[in-house]
């Protein structure tokens, strides 16, 4: 049973840095492209970040680059979100995401992963 679990979040004042992680489980995730989905109560759900199978290629919705970095340790299928100047626009349900398929960044980006976490919640005081 493929499963993805986050943890890390909690509540950070405005100006300060989280780290998410997520332990990837059940199958083989090293060719998988992994990324983070955000939403926010009364928002629609928001790419934030993906990055490839083997690391090299990262991207970032357009509200958290420059401030948010993407990685991943294929060796203890692990990706983390390190999250920094947080702000209370970034508070929200963050959710791993992961897709094996070939073009699988391109999926993930779209919102149309295979596998999905249960999320974990990020607060932001102001």
């Known amino acids: 049973q493929v499963q993805l679990v986050e943890s890390g979040g909690g509540l950070v004042q405005a100006g300060g840095s989280l780290r998410l992680s997520c332990a990837a489980s059940?199958?083989?995730?090293?060719?998988?492209?992994m990324g983070w989905f955000r939403q926010a109560p009364g928002k629609e759900r928001e790419f934030v970040a993906v990055?490839?199978?083997?690391?090299?290629?990262?991207d970032y919705g357009d509200s958290v680059k420059g401030r948010f970095t993407i990685s991943r340790d294929n060796a203890s299928n692990m990706t983390y979100l390190q999250m920094n100047s947080l702000n209370p626009e970034d508070a929200a349900v963050y959710y791993c995401?992961?897709?094996?398929?070939?073009?699988?960044?391109?999926?993930?980006?779209?919102?149309?992963?295979?596998?999905w976490g249960q999320g974990t919640q990020v607060i932001v005081s102001s």
């Open positions: 995401v992961a897709d094996g398929r070939l073009g699988g960044t391109y999926y993930l980006s779209r919102g149309e992963a295979e596998y």
């Open positions: 990055i490839s199978w083997s690391g090299r290629t990262t």
């Open positions: 059940g199958r083989t995730f090293t060719d998988a492209a």
